[in-house]
């Protein structure tokens, strides 16, 4: 059997696979990466991708290739079952440049991570199946088989599960993902749509008082279309034209065209989380580690986040003097994010289907008020936090503005690149400190004149602060004032996460 070694071994080339091993590289960490398919898929999946994992894309120099092969979707229409308008709902996202959810199938999306990640040096291994895993401390040993159907054992500093809601790395963990399985079944299929107005850039959303058709864009005149099925209604293995009719009729009064079904599917939604993210050097990312509805349009995106978590995370471990804590702290971070992902994402299923119960009740269709016992976040994943993370600090009186506190994204993030952390100081008096302050954390940390990127009320802090910004664009501290002081407090928060120079 062919033995070899690895600093980093990534299980799946889906998109979190694949943006894991991308932002790895850009890390400075070479990883190797196995799928079982031995090619790409062609699937139309997941399509929508939200404001916020572009400003993770672009600090990936990847955001203007996605955003060139997609078309913008900007809110919600909603009709009702005779594809009348009832209301319009959300718009373009305020605070970020990239305001629009970008729609593009994902068998292009993970073309476009694969050309970038070979740009990096790196390729997938096709045809290679991961089978058994010794677990141990010091690192992973994958047995399985490859491509010309041999057997292979690859021993591994760490392993990363990306290998979807069936993760071999999960089960070797002897995890399961936890919670319900939702009720209905949906088929979802790329067509050619006609008939279904698009004005505004809006996604289309037809209620009808037995569920919902969702109409998305795509690029070069195609739709994704969504709709859940009766439940009477058995669809062959590989549902077609003819089943993707039967099911808009069962739910429209007056239809639209559709033709030319490229691919289509039948599939069940959930809502479930893995206990577990993290067991010593294996970690679990993406669908791997969490499920969510897709009508919420936030599952590949919370995946592509995973993967720029963990890979600052292993690139500061492996390549800047990152201490244990980093590691330590994706559990916490991400499970946080999941519950939020989660959370939103069974929001938007509700609400479509909380209309469908106002059609099935007779009444006209209305924006339905907001319900004060469910706090969830944004659709466009901006506000997602991860303030329970043990990586956290800050300095002085008060949390300055309340919404800007440590554990939240800075809102200015794309103006920063790289790989290290930023700390954007405020005020001239502070510029002593700096050239020691990067001097002794020049391997991992950068000092800026906050000024240069933007206002101190941006950054959550005085017009004499600081705030520290993480490679994933999040505040990883703040001081109200910048003194020797807060200094202290920061340099003692950082040197439990990296080694001085
Ligand atoms: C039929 C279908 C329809 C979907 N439709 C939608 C939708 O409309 N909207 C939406 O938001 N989401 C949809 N999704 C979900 C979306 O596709 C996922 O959220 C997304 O693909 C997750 O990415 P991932 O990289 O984490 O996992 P995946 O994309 O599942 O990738 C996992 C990869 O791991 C590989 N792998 C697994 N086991 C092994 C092994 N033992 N050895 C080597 N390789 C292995 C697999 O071949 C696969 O390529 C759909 C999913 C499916 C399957």
């Known amino acids: 059997m062919e033995e070899t070694h690895t600093e980093v071994l990534v299980i799946g080339a889906g998109p979190t696979g694949l943006f894991v091993a991308a932002e790895l590289a850009r890390h400075g960490v070479r990883a190797r990466i196995l799928d079982q398919c031995p090619v790409p898929h062609t699937q139309t999946r997941a399509t929508g991708i939200q404001p916020a994992a572009l400003e993770v894309l672009h600090r990936a120099g990847l955001a203007e290739a996605i955003l060139a092969e997609s078309v913008p979707v900007r809110g919600l229409r909603v009709f009702n079952h005779r594809m009348e308008e009832a209301f319009l709902a959300g718009g373009p996202a305020a605070g970020t440049p990239f305001n629009y959810t970008c729609s593009i199938p994902q068998w292009r999306t993970e073309q476009i991570l694969t050309a970038h990640l070979r740009s990096l040096g790196g390729e997938v291994e096709r045809g290679v199946t991961a089978e058994r895993f010794e677990i141990g401390a010091e690192g992973v040993r994958v047995e399985g088989v490859d491509a010309r159907g041999g057997a292979f054992a690859i021993h591994a500093d760490y392993l990363i599960g990306a290998g979807g809601a069936h993760s071999p790395v999960r089960n070797a963990l002897h995890e399961r993902l936890a919670g319900i399985t ?3 079944r949906y088929l979802v299929a790329d067509a050619a749509v006609r ?12 209620i009808s008082p037995r569920g919902m058709v969702m109409v998305a864009k795509l690029p070069a005149g195609r739709s994704l279309v969504l709709t859940n099925l009766p439940d009477e209604v058995e ?9 993707l009719r039967r099911a808009l009729a069962h739910q429209l009064e007056r239809t639209f065209e559709v033709e030319d079904v490229r691919w289509a599917s039948v599939y069940r939604t959930h809502r479930r989380m893995s206990p577990r993210f993290a067991d010593g050097r294996c970690f679990l990312a993406g669908d791997a580690a969490h499920l ?10 919370s995946g592509l986040m995973d993967g720029a978590s963990l890979a600052w995370k292993l690139g500061a ?7 244990a804590a980093l590691l330590a702290a994706y559990e916490p971070e991400r499970q946080q994010v999941a519950r939020q992902v989660l959370a939103s ?10 209309l469908a119960e106002m059609a099935a009740a007779g009444q006209s269709l209305t924006v339905p008020p907001p319900d004060p016992t469910r706090e969830v976040a944004t659709p466009d994943m901006l ?14 009186s008060a949390l300055g503005v309340q919404t800007l506190r440590p554990g939240r994204r800075f809102p200015a993030r794309t103006r920063l690149t790289g790989c290290e952390h930023h700390l954007l100081v405020y005020g001239a008096e502070a510029d002593g400190d700096r050239a020691a302050l990067s001097a002794r954390w020049a ?24 705030v520290l910004v993480r490679p994933d664009g999040y505040i990883g501290f703040q001081a109200e004032t910048w003194n020797a002081e807060a200094r202290a407090a920061f340099e003692r928060l950082f040197a439990t996460q990296f080694s001085p120079a």
């Open 182 to 184: 939702y009720p209905r």
């Open 195 to 206: 008939g279904v107005p698009h004005e505004g850039d809006r996604l289309a959303v037809a």
């Open 235 to 243: 669809p062959g293995e590989s549902p077609g034209l003819d089943d």
């Open 292 to 301: 969510c509805s897709p009508l919420g349009g936030e599952g590949m995106n």
């Open 317 to 323: 471990a492996l390549r800047r003097g990152g201490r």
């Open 345 to 354: 994402s069974e929001a938007m299923h509700d609400f479509y289907f909380g």
């Open 383 to 396: 506000d997602l936090a991860l303030h329970e993370s043990p990586l956290l600090g800050f300095h002085g």
């Open 443 to 466: 391997h991992c940390l950068t000092v800026l004149d906050g000024e240069g990127i933007c206002p101190p009320e941006q950054s959550g802090v005085s017009a004499r602060g600081a």
